[in-house]
């Protein structure tokens, strides 16, 4: 089974600061798609972004983006300009090629603190 | 388009009783997916449904069951309560293809 490791249980950052989240993944396969999902303390999981893995450009919405590294199976978010309410629990997800079913392999997650 | 809904949003149980928690998917998806949340475990795949056919399946005991109906809604039961059931119930669907799951608000669920 694929496994998707953050290593990071807690992270700070200064209101309008950049901060970088940390996500590994292992697997085999070379079709698949990566996600950020956003979980504030409402407990609402949203979407963040989302990268294709055959797509070698990185995936940017607004103040997102991502550094997408295949060989490494890294998959890091950045988070620019931090916001109050970026603050939340932050999930990295692997999801396999579509025809395989839609199972999704959550990493333990990230907390996020802005200061202000 | 309307966003996943669950109900209920909060339940309490005694051991031994069971419960069912029900999830509609947002419209045009036919992939529903389940989630336990807990804060030892975190975010734990109880099982997804596709066309009314369970087509993934988490390490869960066989306590925990669901089904999918012909409109895509979904439901979760779970017999037999136990303490360690209490915990946050996240259902997700997604359309084929783009394969995005949108997840609901959830059920907690509190097993006294």
């Known amino acids: 089974a694929q496994t998707v490791t953050q290593s990071q249980p807690e992270m700070s950052v200064q209101e309008a600061e950049t901060v970088t989240l940390s996500c590994t993944y292992d697997?085999?396969?070379?079709?698949?798609?990566l996600f950020w999902y956003k979980q504030p303390p409402s407990r609402q999981m949203i979407l963040v972004i989302r990268?294709?893995?055959?797509?070698?450009q990185n995936a940017t919405e607004n103040r997102f983006s991502v550094n997408f590294q295949k060989a490494a199976k890294s998959f890091s978010l950045k988070i620019s300009d931090s916001q109050l309410g970026d603050a939340a629990m932050y999930f990295c997800?692997?999801?396999?090629?579509?025809?395989?079913?839609?199972?999704?392999?959550f990493g333990t997650g990230t907390s996020l603190t802005v200061i202000p | 388009k309307a966003g996943v809904t669950q109900t209920p949003r909060y339940l309490i149980k005694t051991r031994g009783q069971q419960v069912t928690l029900s999830c509609s998917p947002i419209?045009?998806?036919?992939?529903v997916s389940w989630y336990q949340q807990t804060p030892g475990q975190g975010l734990q795949f109880l099982f997804e449904?596709?066309?009314?056919?369970?087509?993934n399946k988490g390490n869960f005991p066989g306590r925990f069951s669901g089904r999918q109906f012909s409109n895509s809604r979904s439901e979760m039961n779970v017999s037999t309560l136990e303490l360690g059931d209490s915990a946050l119930y996240l259902c997700?669907?997604?359309?084929?293809?783009?394969?995005?799951?949108?997840f609901g608000p959830g059920t907690r669920l509190l097993v006294l």
């Open positions: 997700a669907s997604s359309s084929e293809g783009r394969g995005t799951q949108y």
């Open positions: 697997t085999s396969e070379s079709d698949y798609y």
């Open positions: 990268q294709e893995a055959y797509k070698q």
């Open positions: 997800a692997y999801r396999s090629n579509p025809n395989t079913g839609n199972q999704f392999y």
């Open positions: 419209s045009g998806h036919r992939s």
């Open positions: 449904y596709f066309s009314e056919t369970q087509r």
